[in-house]
């Protein structure tokens, strides 16, 4: 089959992509910017990458018209923008137009279980695009899904920091609410099952895993997987403001995502049963399984994707990496420093293994304290970390800064600045003739921004010198 993947470079569409390969079959992966496909994907014959961007129709002509099974993965949980349920319509109804002028035989769509009286704006909206999608051109699989647990997931970040931070939760109410949670690897295995099953066409199916929980009941499990001692106190007032803000300053969540998180935790969410898990032969396994399945992957060093490296994690960006990779040379202040390199190979290994637990080499208490006043300013801090101790690819978060460009080959790592500043910055390194060339710039915007740089310049003389003699030193 010529499968399309949207959503190709989020969560659950990077874990699917291996599967279908594997299968034997052709995987088309739609990206807003091919900056942000994995470049080993450039090298498989049985992959080809297209950019297309669904909220601007034009583009959709450069999807092939031969697809036979189209994967609809594309979400809008964080989206900044106060009417993306306009958006994610739009994207919906673009993608229908385009699609039923072709041989596409089946849409897979996953969603969100929408059986509660009162739903979220974001599970409203999902209810809404199932709407729009549904076409007499091509038959339409829903596969309505809960909470996901698996390494890398918000669900699982979140409860994971919640627990370790936390002896002691004073929590809001919704802790209380009921859902059923299931692993990362159910959800793959039933996406990857419904292709071409004729007993699923114009259907619509809720896939959850066999236990019914309560989130307080998940942290708990949690915290005993993890060994830990937990005391959760619910409260019967809290606004939805303030457990925004709770999540926010606990956890690694944007505020934006809290407040979208916070919104959809009110709703209970518990799947209709049915014939789906003996459909496509799935056994979904136990909340607890799939805590420690996802222990497994983190121990290993094995995270295949994290919602962190999506753009639902960042605080600037939003679609084009390339709007960034040329660093402007005007109207801006630099700090320039370089090194001569010893060892080449060691240098560039430090480089790729910088922040997450490894840290940044020399005045790591700063880097954390400048962390802590992003925080405090709205900003996301440093707690996204880094998906994998030591790749980086473009698109991946890092810290506070989100990957625009990663070339070993080519020697150079260049980084934008995702933190509340009153302008923008970028950090790149890059060997050259036998030289590491570090160099800090920062476009301010306005008076403020020029007051900044002036208030932080003593300290980048003493961070980014420690920092460029650690990558050199043997």
Known sequence: MKILVTGSTGYIGKRLIPILINEGHHVVCAVRDKLRADK?????EHITIVEADFLKPETLKNIPKDIDVAYY?????????NNFERLEAACASHFKTYFQSTQLTQVIYLSGITNDEQLSKHLQSRKNVEDILASDSYALTVLKAGIIVGSGSSSFEIIRDLVEKLPVMVAPKWLNTKTQPLAVRDVLAFLSRAKGKKELFNTSYDIFGPEI???????????????????ILTVPVMTPKLSSYWLYFV????????????????????????????LLEVNPITYKEAVELAFEKIEQNSIVSSWKDSMVSSGR???????????PRYGCFKDYKEREVQNEEDTINKIWSIGGTTGWYYGNFLWKIRGYIDKLVGGI???????HISELNAGDALDFWRVIFS?????????????????????????????LKQTATFRPR??????????????????FSGLINKLVSN
């Open 40 to 44: 080993n994907y450039l090298k498989d």
């Open 73 to 81: 993965l594309i979400h809008s949980m964080s989206n900044s923008s």
């Open 213 to 231: 929980l309560t989130y307080k009941q998940m942290l708990l499990e949690f915290a005993e997987i993890r060994g830990l001692k937990r005391y």
């Open 251 to 278: 956890t690694s969540t944007s505020y934006k995502l809290a407040t979208a998180l916070v919104d959809s935790m009110g709703v209970q969410i518990v799947g209709k049963p049915s014939n789906i898990n003996q």
């Open 317 to 327: 960006l939003r679609n084009s990496l390339h709007k960034y990779i040329n660093v």
């Open 381 to 387: 801090g440093l707690r996204r970390g880094r998906t």
């Open 407 to 435: 070339d070993k080959k080519e020697k150079k790592l260049l980084l934008y600045a995702e933190m509340k500043l009153p302008g923008e910055a970028w950090l790149e390194f890059k060997i050259e003739d036998g030289l």
């Open 446 to 463: 306005g008076l403020a921004g020029r007051l900044y740089w002036y208030s932080v310049y003593p300290f980048h003389g003493l961070i």
